[in-house]
């Protein structure tokens, strides 16, 4: 099983793992778990429960969707909550926890523990008002640019360290016959998101973390011409026929899983792909005959402004506790240790929150740069979108993404997400 940990030593390690945190005798019962992952994400789920299955006697069942937050609305309206969800980030965390729907964490973890186990920036995305209310199983790190080494060698260009490197790199390649880049904003219902991760990127990048946490606070309005600024440097990529593949109409329907295929075809479709590291399984899935580090690799997204440097932007599969009984405490202890995270993490390619990742559960060299990359990062920020109230963060957000990209006046549009955005944070839906 090249690059992954056997499943003879996995079920071995885990079984260990497991005598310190599930009663001595195997018990029976069930664990509900209700989350988005599908396809390879959902595989990786099935084999990393596979071994607390066999140790601890409880089944666990998965209820998938795509619309997570509306499934999850209408069960815990009927009072039927699943015992764990997968929230899509603090945003969504910090709403469940107002509205009283979560379990304290600090409650179930020894977090003598924790502290000793976790980075203090994971603990703190997970803490909120009086408790520690979700528990990261892995990372994914979004600030990274997407190209094929072949290509480049191919052709003589040099990976850019500047932003205005990346420009003039993508002038040359529309002078090869080349579109610079390949982008995709299909999700389902969550369509759009992938356009938030750029300005996001973006905001980083043209001006200092603190005036980022007050946008995801709302303590700036979204018609500030920072944010402006924002959208205007995504739109001269995702608006221009020239600059990306297919134009904005292939860019509204391209699904972002699909989004890399064209730098791996004969001659290249296009140069570059912005996504974040789970874009790996997905360039695997597509196309199984390419090797990580030779016929696909990763660059960091090249600063703006010099004075604000490369920031890492951020995102995590995190798990909140809905349900207080015995099963569901176990699974989240069984979550948090290192051997379950390195099932899951050496199947897709994620990278590693717990101090005790062995880095020899990574995959390929390129998944140990990303790791390094994440942790070395002078400023992290976690995905803003997930971050703020739902209504706004994978609502209008969201929505404003595709309007612009349809050729919506921006003015208009950042009025429209302002508008919903005073509404939110007015109203108490506000989580910062």
Known sequence: MKGKISTGLTLVLLASLLLFSLPAAAQDGTVTVMGVWGGGELDAFNKMVEPFEQASGIEVQYEGTRDLPTLLTTRLEAGNPPDIVAVSGPGMMKDLADDGDLINLENVY??????????????????????????????????????????????????????????????????????????????????????????????????????????????IPWTDDRVKNAFEIFGKYTKNPDMVYGGPTAVLSTNFGDAPNPLFTDPPRAGLHRQASFITSFIKDNNPELKAGEDFDFFPLPPIDEEYGTPALGAADMLSMLNDNQEARQFMKYIATPGAQSIWLSELGKLGTHNRINPNVYPDE??????????????????????????????????????????QNLDSVLDSIEQNADEAYSSGEATN
């Open 110 to 219: 020894n977090m003598n523990y924790i502290r000793e186990d976790f980075d203090e920036k994971w603990i703190n995305l997970a803490t909120y008002n009086d408790g520690m209310y979700a528990m990261f199983l892995a990372a994914d790190v979004k600030s990274l640019v997407w190209y094929n080494p072949n290509v480049f060698e191919e052709y003589g260009y040099e990976v850019p360290e500047t932003w205005e490197e990346m420009d003039q790199l993508a002038q040359q390649m529309q002078e090869d016959g080349i579109t610079p880049w390949s982008i995709g904003l299909e999700s389902g219902a969550a369509s759009g998101w992938p356009g938030t991760d750029w300005i996001e990127d973006i905001m980083l990048r043209t001006t200092d973390p603190e005036t980022y946490d007050k946008w995801v606070a709302h303590d």
């Open 366 to 407: 390129i998944t140990r740069q990303m790791a390094e990359f994440l942790n070395n990062a002078d400023t992290f920020r976690f995905d803003a979108s997930d971050s703020m109230p739902a209504s706004i963060g994978s609502g209008a957000f969201w929505q404003g993404i595709l309007d612009y990209v349809s050729s």
